[in-house]
C-alpha cells in the first residue's frame, strides 16, 4: 500500500510519491483528509458537506491523473479540488434560490419571520458579511476562506490554487482591508479575539 505523505520533510519540499492508483490509496487519502475537508466544506455549505466531501474524493479518484506531487502536496491538492466543488455547489444554490424567490413573487417580502431575523444584531451582521463575501471576486474569496477556515497558510494556498504566494498574500490584504470597510464591527470583533 502507498501512503501518501502529505506533510514535506523540510521547507519547500514535495511529496515524492507517485499519485493514489489503487483503493488502497484512497482509503488512505480519505482516511487522512475527510475529516479536515468535511470542517472546511460544512462553512460553505453546512447541510451538504458530506455529499461535497464525497465529490471531492469522486473528482480525486477522476482527476488522479492530473496530480502532480512537483506543483502541489496532497493537501493543497485536495484543498484545491474542495473549493472548486464548494464554488460550484453554491453557484447551483443561488441560482435555486433566485428560481424559487421568482416563483414565489413579491408577496413574501415583509412576513413576520423576516421582521424577527432583522430584529437579531448577530443575524444583521452575518448577512451583512456573507454579502460581502458573496461580492469578492472568486480568487479574493478562495483565498480567504482557504486561509480562515481551513487554516492553511500562503504557501499551502498558492499550491492549492495554483496561483503565486504574492498573489495570495496581496489577494489576502486586499480582502481584509475591503471586510473591515463594509462590516467594520465582525471585523473589529474577530481582530479583538485573535
Known sequence: MTVLNDKPPHAGARPDRPPPRTPADFQALFAAHADEL??????????????????????????????????????????????????????????????????????????????????????VRAR???????????????????TGWAGMDSTEVAQALGIPVGTVRSRLHRVRRHLRAVCPLTVTEENDRA
Open 38 to 123: 468535511h470542517r472546511y466544506l460544512s462553512r460553505w455549505a453546512p447541510g451538504a458537506a458530506d455529499d461535497l466531501v464525497a465529490d471531492v474524493f469522486v473528482a480525486a479518484i477522476r482527476g488522479r491523473d492530473s496530480y502532480d506531487p512537483d506543483r502541489a502536496g496532497v493537501r493543497p491538492w485536495l484543498y484545491g479540488i474542495a473549493t472548486n466543488i464548494a464554488r460550484t455547489h453554491l453557484r447551483s444554490r443561488r441560482r435555486e434560490r433566485a428560481a424559487v424567490a421568482r416563483v414565489r413573487g413579491a408577496g413574501t417580502e415583509g412576513s413576520h419571520e423576516d421582521r424577527v431575523v432583522e430584529q437579531v444584531d448577530a443575524q
Open 128 to 146: 451583512q458579511l456573507a454579502k460581502a463575501l458573496d461580492a469578492l471576486a472568486d480568487g479574493d474569496r478562495d483565498v480567504l476562506l482557504l
